[in-house]
C-alpha cells in the first residue's frame, strides 16, 4: 500500500531529521 510507504518514509526522515539536529544541538 502506497499510503503506508509513504507513512514509513515520512517516519525515517524524521527520525534522520531529529538525529541532525540532536547532533547540531549536542555540538
Known amino acids: 500500500m502506497?499510503?503506508?510507504l509513504r507513512h514509513s518514509l515520512l517516519l525515517r526522515f524524521l527520525c534522520?531529521?531529529?538525529k541532525v539536529m540532536y547532533e547540531a544541538t549536542n555540538w
Open 2 to 4: 502506497p499510503g503506508i
Open 16 to 18: 534522520l531529521f531529529t
